[in-house]
């Protein structure tokens, strides 16, 4: 059984940095795509950014140069840095992982069978 564990969010003024983990249990980050998905209240879960196996990497285009996806298999754990947050950014944020070996990176959320619970992430301005 997959078990995913968000970390690392919390309030930052605009122009500040956080960065996010996501502990997987269950899963292979060397062998599954992961991906960071986020929902503003009001809106639909957007995808953010995502990592294939080989660590091939996929931006949306609204945080292309801020944000940074990396992973360490040997840890199991997927990391977000997001750097120069902008309100914009405000949302919870989930880890997703996908069910598949060897599957691309890709920022459709039904490409992804598991979900953790979130880490809420806020900008002021």
């Known amino acids: 059984q997959v078990q995913l564990v968000e970390s690392g969010g919390g309030s930052v003024q605009a122009g500040g940095s956080l960065r996010l983990s996501c502990a997987a249990s269950?899963?292979?980050?060397?062998?599954?795509?992961m991906g960071w998905f986020r929902q503003a209240p009001g809106k639909e879960r957007e995808g953010v950014a995502a990592i294939d196996s080989d660590g091939t990497t996929k931006y949306a285009d609204s945080v292309k140069g801020r944000f940074t996806l990396s992973k360490d298999n040997a840890k199991n754990t997927l990391y977000l840095q997001m750097n120069s947050l902008t309100p914009d950014d405000t949302a919870m944020y989930y880890c997703a992982a996908d069910a598949r070996w060897y599957g691309r990176a890709r920022l459709t959320s039904s490409d992804f069978a598991y979900w953790g619970q979130g880490t809420q992430v806020t900008v002021s301005s």
């Open positions: 269950g899963a292979i980050l060397s062998k599954q795509c």
